[in-house]
């Protein structure tokens, strides 16, 4: 299991509302019911990611010399889930520990 670390409150208020302008969280926050998540990620973290090698490359380098990435996750369904039978989208977002820039949005499906 990957072990994920938790960020400060104010970290997470600064991260959700880095992704607040962005089209996809509009999306994300329409749901009947989201949940948000904000964690810090080694960046090595990008390097398992499902994406294209250039846009790797531009998050590498966006990130310059911090370790770490943030990621905002929303995960919306049309009704508070039932235990283990439950499904929807996942809203992620890579964000920039300092800058607060969204690096990346992507939208997938999730399943209990």
């Known amino acids: 299991m990957q072990e994920t670390n938790t960020v400060t409150e104010a970290i997470a208020k600064d991260a959700l509302s880095a992704v607040e302008f ?3 969280h509009a999306e994300a926050i329409s749901w009947g019911h989201c949940v948000s998540d904000v964690f810090a990620q080694p960046k090595s973290f990008i390097d398992r990611a499902r994406i294209s ?21 929303y995960w919306a369904s049309d009704k508070n889930p039932e235990r283990l039978a439950g499904f929807g989208k996942l809203y992620a977002f890579l964000v920039h520990p300092e800058t607060f820039e969204v690096l990346l949005a992507e939208v997938s499906t999730w399943r209990s």
């Open 22 to 24: 962005h089209p996809l």
């Open 53 to 73: 090698e250039e846009k790797r490359k531009s998050i590498h380098e966006a990130l310059g010399g911090v370790s770490t990435v943030l990621l905002v996750s």
